[in-house]
């Protein structure tokens, strides 16, 4: 049971870093959420930045790695969930702020170099549409239906009260 707990966080672990490593590529004329041109981001700095941040999540792979051995400590073992659901947090958490920080760091290059780009296009927003009541918002049917569906197992589990023994009432309510 456990090396199967571990080996999912592992699965995760790889998924978080990996697509965390993903934004470092230039997609969209973007790299790390931070809009640049295909021969700004081909520059010196920006490329030191990019592997700056490539170390650092592959230090977050590692240092994770070698936290999720601590599962397998005995003092560990009745604590083992709530160890490995914080070390998911924990990594969410980290990740991003490791994420962020060298975007700012993007952004703060950006600015330095003056790297910024003039809008050349004109944005046309069609305001009658938004005046007309009830015309821009979602039919009320849909809403009608989403409740009813939430309230489907619970009405379930009142007209078969055998299944209220492997699924209680109250639990069936928490989705509305």
Known sequence: MIYTLI?????????MITSALFFKNYSNHQILGVTLSKDKSETKEVQEIIKSYSKSCYLLLLSFFTLSLLLLWNPMKPYVDFYMLFLTFVLFLITGMVGN??????RALKEEKRWAYPSTQTLVIDTDASKEKGKSAVPILWSW???VL???PGIYLLVNTQDRELYPLPLALLGP
């Open 7 to 15: 080996i999912i966080y592992w699965a995760v672990l790889v998924a």
């Open 101 to 106: 920080h060298y975007k700012n760091r993007l």
């Open 145 to 147: 239906i989403f409740v």
């Open 150 to 152: 939430s309230l489907l």
